[in-house]
């Protein structure tokens, strides 16, 4: 006894004297902060693009609401972003009101087409198949080429939005999409690499190598890059709606493009509809929390982390301290085994909402923690929820003059999505099937493990991570617009936002810009950004048995802005692990 009480002693000390406030942040080196980084006492404009920040803002300046600003910003962005996203893609957004403090949620995320069927992607022996196409072979066919695409919502999604809260003639709205489109835009260093990084998938497809390898080389940063093809379909969608996409001329050449390599159909597309949801509603210390429902895991998963840590002292224990790593990471573990085993369309799988979202089942889950050692994933499950129940994306935040806001993440998946760009449209259309478990058990491109509540079936639309999410502060005042791509590593970024914010008391600057760490159940690994903890903090975490790595990607690109009331100012940070821009006025 006398031993474990000396172990637990020199143990507790062990755990004090590692819990630094030295904080590091993330810089990329070649961007300036004035470039990322805003006020405005008017508005404020977050996206992963200057060019898209800067439709944006000149339609907030014409009269236009957070919705024309959003819409204008995302057509801009599946121009100039083609390897994160397009209108052969989805998404999801949250539009806050505060006239009447009610926050709209509307679904369009893709969904599979009526032909799909569970273990399409697998053979008889568990093995992925390959997709053939003439005579070339690209490995996993829920990756690459036109099995991997699922049926598009953005078009419907923004439409949708507009016929609803927008202001501004649509048409207006696209012009700045159509104009870059037409005449073209310069080659940025970020959207070099991903062309080289598929190349090989791209150069597959004739006129996505027209697009993307011009004469067969990759576009190389300053190359101008022109998509009259696309310009035109744009045209089309300004002119006539969400009718040209899903039910003519471009719905008749998404069909023809399918027809000998895919599955999707002309009813796949005419019956696609954007569904409207409730957001998850959440608190953490005395702040609400609204972020996005099923399909997405995001907001229910955010919402359980920071349940399960409510009651600890983060900021006693210090910023990316060797405590507060542990305990964090103990959270993210938990939510994302249940993200795999429980989360999927709703339409087609009970989620047991209440039960996760349970501070009950929190603390149970706060309980399993091991003080002096890491959870090994491979123990998890014996704690259920439904006891309590009763890199290639891209990120828009937005507030206008009227203090209404709009968060939306948009994405094709993978970079460049399937690499198939629909002959005469310019079109390119998402790999969104991934995101399905392929086969349970299985990872997909994120590494995410899925279970039989995300298996593939006609019209269900697949499990994602996109988390836009808004903070309200004690008085039910906005404080905080957020989101960020990165797949996998979406959730527990927003989590490390907003606790860096809320327990850590740190400026919107440095809350975006701090190094993170991400665990995802499986693999069993801590993720760290480079040179982003100290040696002896990982040392530490190693000995209490956790495996650790630097991760090769970023983890996410945060888009966000903060309601500065003292000075009533709206700040905006765009992250600089990518290339965007905030603008205010």
Known sequence: ????????????????????????????????????????????????????????????????????????????????????????????????????????????????????????????????????????????????????AGVPGLVAGLVKSHQRFGKLKFKDLVQPAIDLARDGFKVYPSLARAIEKRKNVLMTFSESRKIFLPRNKPLQTGDTLKQKDLAKSLQLIAENGQKVFYHGSIASAIVSEFKEYGIMEKEDLSSYKVKERSAITSSYKGYKIKSMPPPSSGGIHIAQILNILENDDLHSSGHNSFQSIHLIVEAMRRAYYDRSKYLGDPEFTSVPRTGLLSKKYARSLRNSFHSSRATPSTSLGKLSPLNYESESTTHISIVDQWGQAVSSTQTINYLFGSGVVVKGTGILMNNEMDDFSISPGKPNVYGLIGGAANAIAPKKRMLSSMSPTMVFDSENRLLLVTGAPGGSRIITAIVQMILNIIEYKMTLRDAVHSFRFHHQYMPDTIFYEKDSLQSSTIKKLQTLGYDTKISTRYLGDIQAIQRDFKNQLWLGVSDTRSDGKALGF
């Not at 204008?72 to 505060?98: D, E, K, M, N, W």
Request: net charge positive; charged share 20%; hydrophobic share 40%.
């Open 1 to 148: 006894m006398k031993t474990y009480v000396l172990f637990s002693y020199l143990f507790c000390l062990m755990i004090q004297s590692c819990a630094s406030t030295e904080r590091k942040f993330y810089q990329h080196e070649s961007r300036q902060r004035q470039t990322f980084e805003a006020t405005g006492e008017n508005a404020m404009v977050a996206t992963a693009h200057p060019l898209a920040s800067r439709a944006a803002l000149k339609v907030l300046k014409r009269g236009g609401n957070a919705i024309d600003a959003a819409i204008c910003a995302s057509f801009v962005l599946a121009v100039v972003r083609p390897q994160s996203t397009g209108i052969g893609g989805g998404g999801f957004l949250l539009y806050h009101q505060p006239s009447t403090q009610k926050t709209t949620v509307l679904d369009f995320r893709e969904e599979a087409p009526r032909k799909s069927y569970a273990n399409m992607y697998v053979s008889a022996d568990g093995k992925a198949i390959p997709f053939l196409y003439k005579d070339q072979t690209l490995a996993n066919a829920s990756l690459n080429g036109h099995l991997s």
